[in-house]
C-alpha cells in the first residue's frame, strides 16, 4: 500500500463498518413485509456491498455487483412486481430450531475451513506460485494497465470473456423474445386482462 | 483530513439507511436509496485517495450513472406503474398514462 500509514488499519475498520451496514440491510430484508421496501433495500445492499468490493480490491466483481445487483435486477423486480401482489404473505412468527441449528453449523465449518487456507498475501500459497506471478511479472510491460484483473479478463482471456459476454447476450436476448415488449408484452396483456387497473 | 470525511461520510450512510428502513412512505426509500448511492460514489472516491490510488475516481464516476438510470427507472415505476411509457410526452398517445395515487404502502 502507498496510502499513509495507517491505511491498514483503515482498511479494517471500513470492512467492519461495511460488513455491519450489510448485515443490518439483510436483517431488515428478512424482516420486512413491503416488496417495493425490500426492492429498496436489496438495491442498497448491493450498493454497499460493491463498495465493501472495491474496498477490498476486486474492482470487477464491484463493477458487476453495482451494475447487475443495484441496476438490472433492480428494474427486473420492480417489473416482476407488476405482475404480482405488493405485499408479502404476513407469516406466523414461529421459533424454527432445525433452520437456526444448520445454519448455525454451516457457519462453523465454513470458519473452520478457513483455519487452513493460506495467509492474506503469502507468497507460498498456491495462488501466488504458478501462472499468477508469471500474469503478474509480464503485466507491466505486456499489457501496461494497472489493475492486473483487467489485463487477465480483457486481454490474457479476452476471448474467453468475448464468449462470456456472447452467451449473456443471447441469454437476455432469449429473455426479451419470450417476454416481448411494449403492447405485446406479458405485464401489458395482464394489465388489459384487469381493465388497466395496475 | 480525508479520513475524517470518510468518517463523516460513513455517518451520512448510516442515516440514509436508517431512512431507508423506517421511512413511512415508499419516496422516503427511494428519496434515501438515490442519496445513498451519491453518498457511495463520493466514499468510493475518498477511499481510493485513503488508499493511495486515486483511479478509484473513474469507478465511482460510473456509479453515479448507475445510479442515476436506476433512480429514473424506479420512479418512473412509482409514476406509471410500467416501463414501456416513453418519458417524452407526446401531443396525441392514444393510451394516456394513469397518474399513480402514490405514497401507499404496505
Not at chain 1, 451494475?67 to 407488476?82: D, E, N, P
Not at chain 1, 457457519?107 to 475451513?113: D, E, P, Q, T
Not at chain 2, 465511482?60 to 412509482?78: G, R
Not at chain 2, 406503474?81 to 393510451?95: G, I
Amino acid at each position: 500500500m502507498t496510502g499513509y500509514e495507517g491505511a491498514d488499519l483503515a482498511i479494517a475498520l471500513i470492512n467492519v463498518v461495511l460488513l455491519g451496514l450489510l448485515f443490518v440491510v439483510a436483517i431488515a430484508i428478512a424482516r420486512m413485509r413491503s416488496l417495493f421496501a425490500i426492492v429498496m433495500l436489496s438495491s442498497i445492499y448491493s450498493l454497499i456491498s460493491a463498495t465493501w468490493f472495491v474496498a477490498l480490491d476486486a474492482v470487477d466483481v464491484a463493477f458487476t455487483e453495482a451494475a447487475v445487483g443495484a441496476g438490472i435486477s433492480t428494474a427486473l423486480l420492480l417489473g416482476a412486481m407488476l405482475l404480482t401482489s405488493r405485499t408479502a404473505k404476513p407469516e406466523p412468527r414461529k421459533f424454527a430450531i432445525v433452520p437456526l441449528l444448520v445454519c448455525i453449523a454451516t457457519g462453523l465449518i465454513l470458519v473452520y475451513a478457513t483455519i487452513d487456507l493460506p495467509a492474506f498475501g503469502d507468497p507460498d500459497s498456491p495462488a501466488n506460485t504458478y501462472v499468477g506471478t508469471d500474469y503478474i511479472e509480464r503485466t507491466p510491460e505486456e499489457i501496461g494497465v494497472p489493475n492486473i484483473v483487467t489485463a487477465v479478463l480483457a486481454s490474457y482471456r479476452g476471448f474467453d470473456t468475448l464468449g462470456e459476454t456472447g452467451v449473456v447476450f443471447s441469454a437476455a436476448l432469449a429473455v426479451i423474445l419470450l417476454l416481448g415488449f411494449g403492447e405485446r408484452s406479458l405485464s401489458a396483456s395482464i394489465g388489459r386482462r384487469k381493465g388497466g387497473k395496475e | 483530513m480525508i479520513g475524517a470525511a470518510a468518517i463523516a461520510l460513513i455517518v451520512a450512510i448510516g442515516l440514509m439507511l436508517i431512512r431507508a428502513l423506517s421511512g413511512p412512505t415508499l419516496y422516503d426509500r427511494v428519496l434515501a436509496m438515490n442519496s445513498l448511492g451519491t453518498k457511495i460514489v463520493l466514499f468510493i472516491g475518498v477511499l481510493g485517495f485513503v488508499l493511495g490510488r486515486p483511479d478509484f475516481l473513474d469507478i465511482s464516476v460510473l456509479y453515479a450513472l448507475i445510479n442515476f438510470v436506476s433512480t429514473i427507472a424506479i420512479l418512473k415505476f412509482f409514476r406509471y406503474r410500467s416501463f414501456q411509457v416513453p418519458l417524452m410526452r407526446k401531443t396525441n398517445t392514444p393510451r394516456q398514462p394513469r397518474a399513480a395515487e402514490g405514497g401507499e404502502d404496505g
